[in-house]
């Protein structure tokens, strides 16, 4: 696909860290592991990566489980560290103990919608009282001397903006940026993003980045949000799983405005395999409990043939790395045989 775009990449500034890339990877509960935030930088393009949620209470109660969640590594450095929690003093000692353990920049959930953390008034919820929201970003900004960033939804209640005065009140206690999933909290990720949402927050706010985060699967998404909203940043979630290259293609789009094709089948299983091959090496869980984890992962990189589901049926039950490896490697021969075969006929 050949396009024409006037959206170049710019660095991003937060705080004193500039990001070389505009393109950040969303923190993902179960997904945005070392494993997948190391892939997407190998593969180029993604500029700022963010952990999973982190509850502040485990690093208040139990150091011991807090360190097991606390993966990132100086090779992927910048990189947040994702924050969730609802009395600003607690969230405060917890940003306190990130830094202290390497985290270039706090970032604070206030977009999370599972009921588990909501319902104890936490992730989008804090939404609904934009004073204690912006008590909490108080706390971590006077807490910490690294950047402080929040991600959030368009607002807990359908239909109630709150992000904009939000955006507002965090800037001026210090936040350095804002992330806006342009969805209700309700909403779940049902339904289309609303950009306009994003446009808003960019308009209400002076100088912090604001970054747009819903609905971009490819580069021609990405460069829409950037042109129809005029965020500084795109960040990218559910695009990037089973696709971690998204970010490479995305920015290749935005310097030439060529889309470039998805990897083949045998490309996708054996960068599948890397995937897998890092979550173990690096990972504080059993092997087994990594197995069971990879299954949602390894099982989004679309493996099977166009109208078959036989390979994901398979990835889905795996016990064992041995198991994932034998599908991923198979999966790479056939391909590589039928590929051959194509050749072969069109030779004949």
Known sequence: MLATTNVGLKPLQIGDITIDSPLLLAPMAGHSNYALRSLCRELGGCGLVCTELISSNIVKNSRARALQRFDWRASERPVAAQLFGVEPA????????V??????IVD???????????????????????KKATAVVAAVVEAVN??????????????????????????????RAVAIHARFAGQGHGGDADWDVIAAV????LEMPIIGNGDVRSGADAT??????????VMVGRGALGRPWLFHHIEHFL?????????SRAERARIALRHAQLTLQTTALPEQRAVLEMRGQISKYRLDEPGSRRVRNRLVRIESYAELESILLEVGIEETEQVGLRKMTDIA
Request: proline letters at 6%; aromatic letters at 4%; one cysteine or more.
């Open 90 to 97: 607690i969230v405060a000692e917890a940003a306190r103990v």
């Open 99 to 104: 830094v202290d353990h390497g985290a270039d």
């Open 108 to 130: 604070i959930n206030m977009g999370c919608w599972v009921p588990k953390i909501a319902k104890k008034g936490g992730g989008a919820a804090l939404l609904r009282d934009v």
């Open 146 to 175: 690294a950047p402080v960033t929040v991600k959030v939804r368009s607002g807990f209640e359908d239909g109630a903006v709150t992000a904009v005065p939000f955006a507002k009140a965090a800037e001026e206690v210090g936040a």
């Open 202 to 205: 960019k308009d209400a706010t």
């Open 224 to 233: 829409r949000m950037l042109e129809e909203t005029g965020c500084d940043g």
């Open 255 to 263: 310097a030439t405005g060529i889309e470039l094709p998805e990897p």
